[in-house]
């Protein structure tokens, strides 16, 4: 299996998600299911068949997010030299050559993306366009809008 980049932020929301599911909601389900064997006839129970539909959504996510993190290549840009480029992890400020709007973007992996927080997936066609590029490029990214001209003003490892 091919590993995952992630950023720092991003395996620790993952650990902190498996930890919560663990710890907490596994329990949670185990102790519903239990109650909802004291009511009785399994097969017309739907307190019974709501917790073991939980049980099998929770299972599934833990072995998704251990898979994740054991096959995570966790980027820390902090602590490589910010030579201007473009890479995994960076923020990137750029301004829109037609309208002169100036946005912000950290590149990250696909779990962590949130495009209202300003966090792209390194596979998004924006992310793709910008890595490698450097500031004062001039990248041409096309959008579900049509084609757009950015120039990069900024390139931070933070």
Do not use: W
Request: glycine share 8%; aromatic share 4%.
């Amino acid at each position: 299996m091919k590993q995952i980049p992630m950023t720092v932020r991003g395996a620790e929301l993952l650990r902190e998600e498996l930890e919560f599911l663990k710890n907490v909601r596994r329990p949670q389900i185990i102790d519903a299911i239990a109650e909802a064997r004291e009511h009785g006839d399994l097969k017309e129970n739907a307190e019974y068949h709501a917790a073991r539909e939980q049980q099998g959504f929770c299972e599934g996510r833990i072995q998704e997010i251990e898979g994740k993190l054991g096959n995570a290549q966790v980027i820390d840009v902090t602590k490589m030299a910010n030579n201007g480029k473009v890479i995994f992890g960076a923020t990137v400020s750029l301004v829109n050559a037609d309208t002169d709007e100036e946005v912000t973007y950290r590149i990250v992996g696909d779990d962590e993306a949130n495009i209202k927080e300003g966090l792209i997936s390194v596979n998004s066609p924006i992310a793709r366009g910008l890595v490698g590029k450097e500031v004062d490029d001039s990248v041409s990214i096309v959008t579900p809008g049509g084609k757009v001209e950015f120039d990069i003003i900024n390139v931070e490892y933070i």
